[in-house]
């Protein structure tokens, strides 16, 4: 399986020799200079299975602009010359899976690539007696019965798949679902996303409202 992977990364020599080298049978490489045309080709790309990140970048830090990335469903690693231990704290933190620093081994590198997508995967499946999802081929079934559900939906049920068991405040939530329109986000929209999920599940007493602190999904 060849899974399309972004390098995002401002050396202009750096990247090129990143996408000669991981170009393979099982990864192709696309790349961006900035977090601006990352952005731009996230939302163009839906192919996009995993992001190679540059901590500093010509428009903004590789950081902050993680979580974006990871509320995709899409997995980070960064690759940077920041070697201070706050620094790797912080990345992992924003969602980084992995934290490699530069110089590095290109070897290495392609086999943490790739563990990071066999991770990915395992992690785009649910399945239990009522409900069966596959995020990589974005499709849900609930007894059986096929439901449809909205990007913004399945970035939602993603997220509580992922963290389930854990209380997912409101404020991380809009983070993931609106990235960086969170700020111009009307706080009733995420009420009415989980409402129409709920909906669409015919359950809800998987997705449990934690008064004062947010949602988590039970299982």
Known sequence: ?????????DDNALRQGLERSLDSDNIMTISAGSISEA??????????KLVLLDCNLP???GIDFCPEVTGRGIP???????DSELDEVSALRAGGVDYIRKPFSLMVLRERILAALRRNELRAEYVDERFC???????YTVDGNQIQLSQ???????SFIENRGQILPRSRLVEILWSCDSDFI??????VTIRRLRT????????????????????
């Open 1 to 9: 399986m060849n899974h399309k992977i972004l390098i995002v990364e």
């Open 39 to 48: 952005r731009k080709k996230l939302n163009d790309d839906k192919e996009i």
């Open 59 to 61: 428009d903004g830090n």
């Open 76 to 82: 980070v690693i960064f690759l940077t010359v920041l």
């Open 133 to 139: 999802f596959s995020f990589s081929r974005m499709e």
């Open 152 to 158: 913004t939906e399945q970035k939602l049920l993603r």
């Open 186 to 191: 009307d706080e009733n929209a995420l009420s």
């Open 200 to 219: 669409k599940l015919g359950d809800t007493d998987k997705i449990k409202t934690v008064y004062g602190l947010g949602y988590v999904w039970k299982d």
